[in-house]
């Protein structure tokens, strides 16, 4: 995992490739999106998401309503996001990226 280390108010976290250090010197933070590859479209809701993980093999758990799950039938592999689509980090997009290689792909906007 790359990135900067950023030490404030006595807290240190991991700040992805550096973003944290350009918004403290007064830079830009570059935002990410999750992009799926055959349309080029950019996932802007979970309902877009759900379709094209549907198409996939991917089915959705109900359970926790706390919690959006998706998991793929004859795998070990579950996707857990955040119930509420705003809260959706690059940390997500990524874990989707990787148990779906060649469909998405993470961008800077």
Known sequence: MSGVWVFKNGVVRLAENGAASEAGA????????????????VVRSYTKLEGELWALGWERYYEDPALYQLHKRGSLDLISLPADFSRFSSVHMYDIVIKNRDSFRVVDI
């Open 26 to 41: 007064g830079g830009v933070r570059k935002r990410k999106a999750l992009v799926h590859t055959p349309s080029r479209q």
